[in-house]
C-alpha cells in the first residue's frame, strides 16, 4: 500500500531521483514529482525520454532506488517530507503502461514500471 504522505508528495513540483546498477557502475538520473503515476495495482510509472543508461541498467540489474520529497508536506519532524522507495524496475515500450503515460508525456520513449518493495518515509 502506498503511504498518503507520499500520495501528497506526487502532487507537488519537486525532483525525484532515481539510481541503478550497471555493468559499470551506479547511475542516477533525475525527473519531477508530478510525472509519476501510481496504478491501481500500486506500481510505479516513471516516463522516460532519454534515460539510455538507466534502461541498460535495469536491463543488468532491475533493483532500483527512489527518492523523491517536497517542502510543501508536513514531514515527521516538521516542514517537508521524503520518501526512499526500493524497487524492482522494467523498462517498457509498449502496452498499457506505456500506453498511459503516452498519452499525457509525448516525448516518451518508454516507461520505467517500478514494483515498490518498500517507501520509508525518511524526513
Not at 84 to 102: C, M, N, R, Y
Amino acid at each position: 500500500m502506498i503511504p498518503e504522505t507520499l500520495l501528497e508528495i506526487l502532487k507537488q513540483d519537486g525532483v525525484v531521483a532515481i539510481a541503478t546498477l550497471g555493468a559499470d557502475g551506479p547511475h542516477m538520473v533525475n525527473t519531477w514529482n508530478s510525472y509519476l503515476r501510481i496504478t491501481d495495482d500500486g506500481r510505479l510509472l516513471i516516463p522516460a525520454g532519454y534515460m539510455n543508461r538507466t534502461e541498460a541498467n535495469i536491463a543488468f540489474n532491475p533493483d532500483v532506488l527512489i527518492t523523491m520529497g517536497s517542502s510543501k508536506i508536513k514531514g515527521l519532524y516538521g516542514p517537508g517530507a521524503g520518501f526512499l522507495i526500493k524497487g524492482k524496475a522494467q523498462f517498457v515500450t509498449s502496452g498499457p503502461d506505456f500506453e498511459l503515460l503516452k498519452e499525457k508525456f509525448v516525448w516518451l520513449r518508454g516507461t520505467i514500471a517500478v514494483t515498490i518493495e518498500s517507501a520509508t518515509q525518511t524526513w
